[in-house]
């Protein structure tokens, strides 16, 4: 299987996959993904005057990524995970990549996420494929893991989505006068799309309020799998990991840095959360 640069992996789940990389773009000047270090990249958002914007795979880094797994694998047969088609158009490179690969049979299927739940997704496909399993039972592990996960995230500034043009000047100023941390998720019944949850004060605040609404998501006690991520500040994620634990036993919890191309649109400081209830569907 394959996905592609909307990834962000996890050392303790099924996430080694050939991956379709997205760029990072400061001007004339471009870095793939694998290019360009989170540290490489903060050194660019404080120096570089030029506002950096993120261009989704070619087709050409669909076929290539197609080409690895099929290596690996033996077979023609290609699972692709892409990130939410309502947040890149990654998916229709995939499909142009797939037309081009005629030899291979390849099945795409749209995670209406990212990041981290994207990397729950992922894990699911991995193991069924490790399993034995069939495509089909992948696909249906997938659509279950990605039914019961929720992604919070909340970020130090709005500046970087006024930047880039997902927020409106007049709402990041207004944001950044009274000081005010959105909380954001994905609305996997809008499209994958965002949609405002929450605001805070502080970020601090910011980050005990994606805990309210993980709270609130699958109720009080509830067990819980974990995915926190985090920008420039790593004690972002643990100081988050442990708000939840006063609120939930944790089956399983991991920690990534979010990847320099979604750190771009959030701006250097964020935390995230995917969360989701329980074991894995599979292992009920």
Known sequence: MVTDGGLDAYAG?????????????????SYRTFDLSREALFRELETNPVHPTSSQPSPQDWLAAFGAAAERS???????????SGLSGSRNAAEQAAAMAPHLRVTLHDSLTLSAAQAFQVHAAQTAAE??????TALAWMKAVSDETELYFTIETLEYLRRGGRIGRVAATLGGLLNLKPVVTVDKANGGTYTNVGRARSYSGGIEAVVTQIGRRFGEGTPLRL????????????????LLRAHHPVVWSGEAGVNPVLNIHTGPRALGVAAAPGAWPWER
């Open 227 to 242: 995915g926190l991520l985090y920008g420039n500040v790593h004690e972002d994620a643990p100081a988050a990991l442990k």
């Open 74 to 84: 033996g077979s023609a047969d290609i699972l692709a995970v892409t990130i939410s």
């Open 13 to 29: 789940l099924n996430n080694a996959v050939p991956v379709a990389p997205f760029s990072v773009n400061f001007g004339t000047k």
């Open 131 to 136: 399993a034995g399993e069939s495509l089909q």
